[in-house]
């Protein structure tokens, strides 16, 4: 039997659970059964707080106003500057 790579998986809304999401994966029809299958018995769910902020919230803050609509807690001090130094997303 080959050993598969486990896939670790962090759910957000609207996907609480493994079954939630794969359901959503098949409903693309991008990947066959046994493709899907085959990631669903490789996956590990971790059981992490999950930050509040999405990459696109803090993306979508810097594009409309400014680096500095970006919650302090969001973005490690360093992202942020290196953001604002390219003029990253503005």
Same mark, same amino acid.
């Given at each position: 039997?080959?050993?598969?790579?486990? +896939?670790? +998986?962090?759910?957000?809304?609207?996907?609480? *659970?493994?079954?939630?999401?794969?359901?959503?994966?098949?409903?693309?029809?991008?990947?066959?059964? *046994? #493709?899907?299958? $085959?990631?669903?018995?490789? $996956?590990?769910?971790?059981?992490?707080?999950?930050?509040?902020?999405?990459? $696109? *919230?803090?993306? #979508?803050?810097?594009?409309? $106003?400014?680096?500095?609509?970006?919650?302090?807690?969001?973005?490690?001090?360093? +992202?942020? #500057?290196?953001?604002?130094?390219?003029?990253?997303?503005?």
């Amino acid at each position: 039997t080959q050993l598969l790579p486990h +896939v670790r +998986v962090l759910l957000r809304e609207p996907h609480t *659970d493994a079954n939630s999401l794969l359901s959503a994966l098949r409903a693309t029809e991008v990947w066959t059964s *046994d #493709q899907l299958t $085959t990631w669903h018995n490789s $996956t590990l769910l971790l059981p992490l707080a999950l930050h509040p902020a999405r990459s $696109t *919230d803090i993306r #979508q803050r810097i594009a409309a $106003t400014s680096i500095d609509s970006v919650p302090p807690n969001w973005l490690n001090p360093a +992202v942020a #500057q290196y953001i604002s130094r390219h003029a990253l997303y503005s």
